[in-house]
């Protein structure tokens, strides 16, 4: 263990948090909120020399068990008070953390009809809630309808998030030991973690986030059913989305406004 020195306001924020955890730990919530105040202020470091270290040989528990309760809580923490008191546990929570954030109050209150929502009852719901959903009309982020054909690449966008996901993990945990001169990386350098963020930019362009500007999602229209702006997917991503014409955009959303008239 090494100690560096805090200061009175961070001690007693220290105390407070620690306090919570040691009296309140069948309180997940407060006690995944106060671990993520912990790590990310590094509240720890008045005896311990990383995060893992600090949960070792303080409270016994592992990385990914704490991880684990900080995502619980926030998924908690994103919902209205009312709705999340129906969440029973950090398993049940960590079910709701796979459901779409637009669907989870409705899961949510689905899978707790009958009680408290379980991880079981959440995961039973959220397919419910799916399966009810599928003849509604999809829109892309700027609320313009996707045609069908499309839904089969629109629908993998979590397939892409989850590269991203473990992109920045990576990257974190190479920035962390940096940031801590952990000598087990001291070769490294400043290059992987840059060339992780140029990946992870390069990547994102994968996820779609509206329909074509120019063909309008039916690239067979095109010629040679190519379109010159998607490829052919039908769907551009964010980047190439904020790229094009200001004109093309604008008269996107007044076709938006108008559809929601």
Known sequence: MIEQT???????????????????????????NALSIIRDRRLYRRAYSSFEDYLQNKWGW???????????ASVAESLPKKVSSMLDSVRSATELSKVEPERRVEVLKEASSSGVATARSISVASKIVKSESKDAVMVDATGFPIPE?????????????????????????????MEEKDLMYWELGTGPVAHLSRAWQEIHAAKPYAVCLQCQGHPEIQPEG????????????????????EEMRTLRIKVVRGLQK
């Not at 592992?62 to 995502?71: N, P």
């Not at 690449?153 to 962390?176: C, F, M, P």
């Not at 190519?226 to 014409?245: A, F, M």
């Open 6 to 32: 805090l200061t009175i306001a961070e001690l007693a924020d220290l105390n407070r948090l620690e306090k919570i955890i040691d009296e309140n730990k069948p309180a997940w919530v407060r006690i995944g």
């Open 62 to 72: 592992t990385r990914q068990w704490a991880h684990q309760q900080i995502e619980a």
């Open 149 to 177: 054909p499309l839904l089969i690449y629109w629908n993998r966008a979590d397939e892409v998030q989850e590269i991203l996901t473990q992109l920045s993990h990576i990257k974190g945990t190479l920035e962390k030991a």
């Open 226 to 245: 190519k379109c010159r702006l998607c490829g052919g997917r039908g769907l551009i991503s964010k980047h190439r989305w904020e790229t094009v014409p």
